[in-house]
């Protein structure tokens, strides 16, 4: 048989290597805006209308399919690294690590197994012993890089009811206990796990705090239900709020029970000398999330899940196959054995990267920025007579309401606001009552921009 290509979907052909050049050359131009078009959403029925059928027998090209993200698709997705993005948790990802995402792309390594990955590995392994050591964690700790805090929470409690369920047998029921500020992902990894939940009062700011938690588990004791995992939260979504850790460990400890530190959006600022304060107790944790691809400048999707000692996670999770045995038997390091997952790619390649090549100081100042903002942004609200301050910001949210609106009156100017591309500001309910939130952790949101929306309110 003669040697020609066998397949039409591999080879750098002339048109190829052209697309090559366009797709190289509209990740600079994305990448050079500033700001980014903020952007927003359109029907599927619009959507349709505007791209046709892209999914055909004998492909539309390259220049349309490329021609139809760049003008369709792309445009109906908000950028969430715009500066005047401060609904949810926005994304700020440095140059450097979305540049180097390319380079996890084009490189193919498989990042489940030391065989495969060992050296990509060793540097995902470096950036999470970095992040445990922020945390206080001692030298044997470390985990793995998942698609996101919903992920690591789910594969720490898991670990966690697998420990306590060794020491205890598998048939006492036993249950998670959190704040009603845990995040919502907590709830679905109960409803997985299939375990209740034993709900700990919040103090007024919505914390868990120490006598509160011990009162929750002394009630949960006397109906014979036992505790297995404690879940602190480092920085509540909502509010930014960080739970009492120092004494949910020490709860967690007399129990011997798990302590998980849920700060999937708050433990960037581990890194942050302003911030590093307030986690004082997560050096007890058994086990901790932080999602760089929220505050740490990492692009989508990237969660750093810690274990103090990682081999209960491997006991816990780890999968037998006969055609994995092999790598079993000369592993130094399988990612894949510390979650709810086989397959992986590197996602902790781009942040090693930007920190490798900036250094730690460069994303201590970063960091501590967004908490800076926060605290402008206060300021400016409390300045204003029309607006009032709901809490002083712990982290980078800030929570207030605007004078006179009614739910309806929030929500239509956040409409208006996203459609003529001021900002995405979008109102959430606290205490059962419908406010504003604005999340800093784009470090180039200027105070203008803050000024600009405040302004228009
Ligand atoms: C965002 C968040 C999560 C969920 O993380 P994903 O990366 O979206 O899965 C969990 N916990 C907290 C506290 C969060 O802020």
């Known amino acids: 048989m003669p040697d020609v290509s066998p397949s039409p979907l591999h080879g750098l ?231 009492d850790l120092a004494g949910a460990a020490r709860v967690a400890t007399e129990l011997g029970a798990w302590f998980h530190v849920d700060a999937a959006y708050g433990g960037a600022a581990l890194v942050s000398t302003v911030g590093r304060p307030l986690f004082a107790g997560i050096e007890s944790a058994d086990s901790f999330v932080v999602d760089p691809h929220k505050w740490l400048f990492a692009p989508f999707d990237c969660c750093a899940l810690v274990y103090r000692n990682p081999a209960l996670a491997g006991a816990a999770l780890t999968q037998h196959a006969e055609y994995l045995e092999t790598l079993d038997a000369t592993a130094e390091w399988n990612p894949s054995d510390f979650a709810i997952h086989m397959t992986r790619r590197v996602r902790g390649l781009p942040l090693w990267f930007s920190l490798a090549a900036h250094g730690v100081e460069a994303y201590d100042r970063a960091v501590s920025r967004g908490i800076e903002l926060a605290h402008e942004a206060a300021r400016m609200i409390a300045d204003t007579s029309t607006l009032e301050l709901i809490l002083e910001p712990e982290l980078s949210v800030v929570l207030f309401r605007r004078l006179g609106w009614n739910a309806d009156d929030y929500q239509a100017w956040s409409d208006r606001a996203l459609a003529n591309g001021l900002a995405l500001v979008v109102p959430t309910v606290h205490d059962g009552e419908t406010i504003f939130r604005l999340c800093f952790v784009n470090p180039t949101t200027t105070v203008r921009d803050i000024e600009s929306i405040l302004g228009a309110m």
Do not use: K, Q
């Not at 505007?50 to 539309?60: F, N, Q």
């Not at 006492?172 to 206990?177: D, K, N, S, V, W």
């Open 13 to 243: 052909d002339p048109a190829t290597e052209s697309m090559a050049h366009e797709i190289l050359e509209y990740v600079l131009d994305r990448i050079r805006m500033s700001p980014p078009p903020l952007d927003g959403p359109l029907t599927a029925a619009e959507l349709s209308a505007a791209t046709g059928t892209m999914i055909t027998g004998t492909g539309l090209g390259y220049e349309r399919a490329f021609e139809l993200f760049r003008d369709v698709l792309a445009p109906a997705c908000i950028s969430s690294d715009h500066p005047r993005y401060l609904a949810f948790v926005p994304t700020a990802p440095s140059e450097a690590a979305t540049l180097f995402d390319l380079v996890v792309s084009a490189s193919s390594i498989y990042g489940d197994w030391w065989l495969e990955g060992a050296g990509a590995i060793h540097a995902e392994n470096e950036t999470l012993r970095w992040m445990a050591g922020l945390a206080g964690l001692p030298d044997g700790a470390g985990g793995v890089f998942v698609s996101g805090g919903t992920s690591g929470n789910l594969a720490a409690l898991t670990t966690a009811r697998e420990t306590w369920r060794r020491h205890h047998g598998r048939d006492r029921p036993a249950a998670i206990a959190c704040a009603p500020s845990a995040h919502s992902s907590i709830r679905l990894a109960a409803m997985v796990l299939d375990v209740p939940i034993v709900p700990v009062d919040p103090d007024a700011r919505g914390r868990l705090t120490e006598t509160a938690l011990r009162a929750a588990v002394e009630r949960s004791a006397t109906e014979g239900l036992d505790v297995f995992a404690v879940v602190g939260t480092g920085g509540a979504t909502n509010t930014g709020i960080v739970d």
